[in-house]
């Protein structure tokens, strides 16, 4: 892999991010820091998982509630 990109956190987020990082890569070794651990460089494909949104859980609809008099 030769297009390493980089990633820099925010402020006090470096912990956070690194762990999200490597949650998501297929090899812990493609997660690489530099400037003291401030920013990371990692390939292609794992920059494109990490920057892209989440998908949207369902809201789970409220269920029904009984009332006294209803028997079903």
Do not use: C, N
């Not at 090899?27 to 998908?55: C, M, N």
């Amino acid at each position: 892999m030769t297009d390493w990109q980089p990633i820099v956190p925010g402020a006090g987020e470096a912990q956070e991010v690194a762990r999200l990082l490597l949650a998501l890569a297929d090899d812990p070794a493609h997660v690489r820091t530099q400037r003291g651990g401030s920013e990371f460089l990692v390939p292609p494909y794992l920059a494109e998982k990490f920057t892209q949104p989440e998908p949207e859980k369902p809201k789970r609809q409220p269920r029904a509630r009984r009332t006294k008099g209803s028997e079903s």
